[in-house]
C-alpha cells in the first residue's frame, strides 16, 4: 500500500542533542512538508520542499533543518538551538496537482528528557 | 495575514444527533479549503476539499461548505456514530503567493466526542 511512514513514533530528546526524525514516502509525490503541532493549536509549517536538492523555510525553520536528497524521504533534524522542541512532529506530501489533498504520515512525538 | 478559527474547541454530543463544525478564516481570497480528521496520537486523514469556485462538496454522511464572501465553512455530519470521535481541522490555501500552491493555513481544530 502507498502512504507516508514517519519513524520513530517516540524520540527522546537529551541536552544539547541533535535528532532525526525519518520521513518516507512510496506515493511518488514531488512536494512534502513538516509540520509541528503543539495542544490547543493549529499545524504550523516549518519546511516543505517541492522537488528534490530543494526546500523551503516555513513559518517555524528556526532551530530544525531538513535535506531532500531522494524524492520519497524528507528527514528533519531538530537542532540543540530548537529550545522548545516538545511536540508532536507531522510530515506530510502531495502530488503536483494543485488540486490534490496533503497526505499524512502517523507522526512522531518528542519529548525532552 | 490569514488566520483560520474553529470554534467550539471541544465538544460532546449524543450519539445520533446530526451537528455542525464551524471553521472561519480573514482572508476570502482562497485557492481551496480542506477538512481533516485526526484520531489521537494519528497523522490527519483528508475527508473533504472545495475549491473556492464550489459551495459544498459531500462524501457519505459527510457535507462541507464554504461561503468565501462571509469566510465561513462548515462540516455537517449526519447521524453521528462513537466512531466520529476525533479532532476536526480545517485549512486553506491562499491564491495570493507565489507559494501559495504549498502552503497550508491550518485552525487549531475542534475535538468532538460523540456519547453512545
Known amino acids: 500500500d502507498g502512504g507516508i511512514t514517519q519513524s520513530p513514533k517516540y524520540l527522546f530528546r537529551k541536552e544539547g542533542q541533535n535528532v532525526t526524525l525519518s520521513c518516507e514516502q512510496n506515493?511518488?509525490?514531488?512536494?512534502m512538508y513538516w509540520y509541528r503541532q503543539d495542544p490547543g493549536q493549529g499545524l504550523r509549517l516549518i519546511y516543505y520542499?517541492?522537488?528534490?536538492?530543494?526546500?523551503q523555510k516555513g513559518d517555524i525553520a528556526e532551530g530544525y533543518s531538513v535535506s531532500r536528497e531522494k524524492k520519497e524521504s524528507f528527514p528533519l533534524t531538530v537542532t540543540s538551538a530548537q529550545k522548545n522542541p516538545t511536540a508532536f512532529y507531522l510530515c506530510?506530501?502531495?502530488?503536483?496537482?494543485?488540486?490534490?489533498?496533503?497526505?499524512f504520515g502517523d507522526g512522531t512525538r518528542l519529548s525532552i528528557l | 495575514k490569514q488566520e483560520v478559527t474553529q470554534i467550539p474547541a471541544a465538544l460532546s454530543v449524543p450519539e445520533g444527533e446530526n451537528l455542525v463544525l464551524n471553521c472561519s478564516f480573514t482572508?476570502?481570497?482562497?485557492?481551496?479549503l480542506q477538512w481533516f480528521r485526526q484520531d489521537p496520537g494519528k497523522g490527519l486523514t483528508s475527508l473533504l476539499l472545495?475549491?473556492?469556485s464550489q459551495r459544498e462538496q459531500t462524501s457519505g454522511r459527510l457535507n462541507a461548505s464554504l461561503d468565501k464572501s462571509s469566510g465561513r465553512s462548515t462540516l455537517y455530519i449526519a447521524a453521528s456514530q462513537p466512531g466520529d470521535s476525533a479532532t476536526y481541522l480545517c485549512?486553506?490555501?491562499?491564491?495570493?503567493?507565489?507559494?501559495?500552491?504549498?502552503?497550508?493555513?491550518w485552525g487549531a481544530g475542534t475535538k468532538l466526542i460523540i456519547k453512545p
Open positions: 506530510a506530501s502531495r502530488s503536483d496537482s494543485r488540486e490534490g489533498p496533503q497526505h
Open positions: 506515493l511518488n509525490h514531488d512536494a
Open positions: 520542499s517541492q522537488i528534490v536538492n530543494d526546500f
Open positions: 482572508d476570502s481570497a482562497i485557492y481551496n
Open positions: 472545495i475549491q473556492s
Open positions: 485549512a486553506v490555501r491562499q491564491t495570493d503567493r507565489m507559494d501559495s500552491n504549498y502552503q497550508l493555513i
